[in-house]
């Protein structure tokens, strides 16, 4: 296989005259920068295709939105901090550019304990472990690796966003998902080669009375990594479920909506320090609008652009035992919202010999899935766009009123 991200980067950054620049502001990309410092390399800029991001200085150093890179750096090299090598790769030789480097090497250089970060040290351990194992991975034709899975325990949600990008909004009766979870994360385990993390989401998982259970009972799985519980701190978790976590690979990564719906960030932070549980509280910001169903008969070729320009093609989304591999899919499947098509996803609870290669296929596509035509797009740039039928960058966490569903029609 040939591949446009080269291996080797110390020696060759050391001693380049062209600008040296980190892709993504991820958590990770704070220590891949002191790993650069170590290693003799100067780095220019870090750029991010979240726009948010990039309104100040990051580790000191100026932040540029990816699409305005060419306005301001004709040749330039770069570090790949995101977990999506080849589809960040492809966003940047669109404009323009061909030098991309791993950053394994200089990961593998780095003891992560000398430093400090804006998260604890034990989180950002677990985030360069999973990043030199995705590297390493990356690099191996014979292997299939998903860096996450989201891991769908519950459709009931605290809060009621307008425009969830996983279609809460939509759900009539909104209920647990709960029934043979086990049975289809041990299955998908089984038939990849690696899983950095397993997202426990919703909805808001903790509306789900067995979610520290479910938790604990995925972790007792044989080659599960981290497992990040992503909630909206509008609950907080009880001390014998937080007990229950001690010494395992448990994380909480928190988005905070501010005081007036997040009502309890303050006290689940307090829960998690007391048990020493590593998290990461992050604001909600902008989203990128994509949460309309809507059938739109486009042609192979424009689906296609769809496709390219997902920011969310590899965010696997396991719910009532099917993998599928980005959120709208998922959910516009079990709304029964868009035609049931088994080319959008795998059923992982059955007895199929040719799972695994299955799984293969739907975690290495590279066009697009039937039920792409249903999504307006989501895409890293929305302005720039050449296939998306949203409204663009969106406040976050807009509500309805507390029982108002947005009605749709079924399949």
Known sequence: MTRVIKLKSIDVLKNTKDPTIIFSMNEESEALKF??????????????????????????????????????????????????????????QDLGYANFYSPLQLLQSLDVDKYEYKVSKTYMKKKVENSIKINKLYFDDDKTYLRSVDVVITTKCSMNCESCANLMQYYQGAKNTDVEIINAVNALSNNVDHISEYRIIGGEPLMNKNWAKITNDIIKLDKVGSVYI??????????????????????????????????????????????????????????????????HNRSADRLKQVFKECCAKTLYTLINGKLYTCPFIANANELRAIPDNKADYVELNSSDENLRNKITKLAKKKTFFPGCDFCDGRPHNPDNALEYAGKGLIKAGIQLGKSEKIPFEKY
């Open 35 to 92: 790993a650069c410092d170590e290693n003799g390399i100067k780095i220019t800029a870090f750029c991010d295709n979240e726009i948010r991001k990039t309104k100040k200085p990051h580790c000191g150093i100026e932040t540029i939105y990816t699409p305005n890179l060419p306005k301001k750096f004709p040749n330039a090299n770069f570090i790949m901090a995101h977990h999506t090598l080849e589809d960040c790769a492809e966003q940047l």
């Open 230 to 295: 992503y909630t909206n701190a509008t609950i907080c978790p009880k001390d014998e479920q937080l007990e229950s976590f001690k010494g395992k690979n448990v994380n909480f990564y928190i988005t905070d909506y501010g005081k007036e719906l997040s009502k309890k960030v303050d006290s689940v932070i307090q829960a998690l320090q007391k048990y020493n549980i590593p998290f990461y509280r992050r604001p909600a910001g902008n989203w990128v609008d994509c949460s309309q169903i809507k059938k």
